[in-house]
């Protein structure tokens, strides 16, 4: 449980993220519709809890919206795409989403075909930065 005493459902907000290998509407909807059940299985989220979706995509990636992919889970929130930023050496053709929703559990992120690697970049950014003990 992290070390976090849970008194009653709250918000929470968890990522998760996918790698696609070509740029095309199909690929990038079907990733896409992965990512979101993995994310909405592994944290048993209630269709009721869910209260937004934020999707992101590289610059690499332009041949469909992935919030298309999320309306077969015909979920009562609000969705929104945007694009990362191009960083120099960022990994490339990634899907990335940010679920928020209310659930009496601490989340547990998803990282499919490769992008776990993303979440130990982000975990040694935050350790040097000093935000980790």
């Keep these: ?6 008194y009653g459902p709250r918000l929470y907000a968890v990522r998760g993220a996918t790698c696609v290998t070509e740029n095309t509407a199909q690929t990038m909807l079907s990733a896409t519709r992965e990512l979101v ?3 909405l299985e592994k944290n048993r989220v209630q269709r009721d809890a869910v209260v937004s979706m934020l999707f992101t995509v590289t610059p690499d990636l332009d041949a469909a919206f992935p919030a298309q992919a999320a309306h ?4 009562p929130c609000a969705l929104m795409c945007a694009q990362e930023i191009p960083v120099p050496g960022s990994m ?3 899907i990335r ?5 209310y659930s009496s559990e601490v989340p547990c992120p998803v990282y499919l075909n490769g992008t776990d690697v993303l979440l130990e970049r982000y975990d040694h950014a935050r350790f040097e ?3 980790v003990d």
């Design 72 to 75: 077969i889970f015909h979920l």
């Design 97 to 101: 989403v940010m679920l928020t929703y």
């Design 37 to 39: 059940k993995a994310l």
């Design 92 to 94: 490339a053709r990634v």
């Design 129 to 131: 930065s000093g935000e």
């Design 1 to 6: 449980m992290n070390g976090f005493k849970i």
